[in-house]
């Protein structure tokens, strides 16, 4: 319940002058060409249960799929990947997400993005990044069975940082650098925390072959076998 209570709050935001304008504009523009849907153009809150004992965590809605659905990473390539590889760990019910209502069901997992509003070429600013970190940092304190985040790509893995400095885990010094892979256990008020890295599911990482469907199955497994601990 509280975790719906987040996700209307953060639906309504408005912080970022930049993105709302682009978020808004690209809905206007696309919406004729999606007549049968009501196409977002809003903030798009995270998907899963409460009772998440796994996080994951990428960059931000795409213009024309979560921006477009209204529901984290659905609708696009991007998507496609993850909720696949969801599928394949355990955690999903079904391969696919292509719209709100289509019976998608996550289970133990939590799906978000460190920035919630489509931005222009797929980039925010660091400033939009860190005026967005609340919001991620209330998502992450509603789960309290939380044991492991994977942070899919760059971007994500700075933004997590401060998110979890703020929940009171101690941090290594220097902060440790992203990779794939990556892992990096924390401990906090809450007990240990396992923050876990892997390249995002952009197009740019999968149509190149730098990220690949075993390479994104392995960094799933190993959260699930965190989560699992
Ligand atoms: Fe609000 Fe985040 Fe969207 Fe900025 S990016 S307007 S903080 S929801």
Redesign the pocket.
């Known amino acids: 319940r509280d975790l719906a209570v987040l996700d209307a709050r953060?639906?309504g935001?408005?912080?970022?002058?930049r993105?709302?304008s682009w978020?808004e504009e690209v809905a206007r523009v696309r919406r004729a060409s999606f007549r049968d849907q009501d196409y977002w153009g809003?903030?798009?809150p995270g998907l899963g249960p409460a009772d998440a004992r796994i996080a994951v965590v990428g960059l931000?809605p795409a213009a024309h799929g979560g921006n477009r659905t209204g529901r984290v990473f659905t609708g696009d390539r991007s998507g496609d990947w993850i909720f696949a590889a969801l599928w394949r760990a355990g955690l999903a019910s079904q391969p696919t997400s292509t719209h709100v209502g289509d019976g998608l069901e996550l289970t133990g997992v939590r799906v978000a993005a460190a920035?919630?509003?489509a931005?222009p070429d797929n980039a925010?600013t660091p400033a939009?990044?860190d005026?967005?970190?609340?919001?991620l940092a209330r998502e992450l304190a509603l789960l309290p069975r939380l044991r492991v985040v994977v942070v899919l790509g760059g971007f994500g893995w700075t933004a997590m940082w401060p998110v979890l400095a703020g929940a009171g885990y101690a941090l290594p010094r220097p902060r440790p650098a992203f990779g794939h892979g990556a892992e990096v256990t924390l401990s906090g008020p809450r007990g240990e925390l396992t923050v876990l890295g892997s390249y995002h599911v952009s197009q740019q990482n999968t149509f190149t072959g730098r990220l690949t469907e075993p390479m994104l199955d392995a960094v799933l497994s190993r959260a699930t076998e965190l989560a699992a601990g």
Request: contains cysteine; positive net charge.
């Open positions: 953060v639906s935001c408005r912080a970022c002058p993105l709302v978020r809003r903030p798009v931000a920035v919630r509003c931005p925010p939009e990044r005026t967005c970190n609340p919001w």
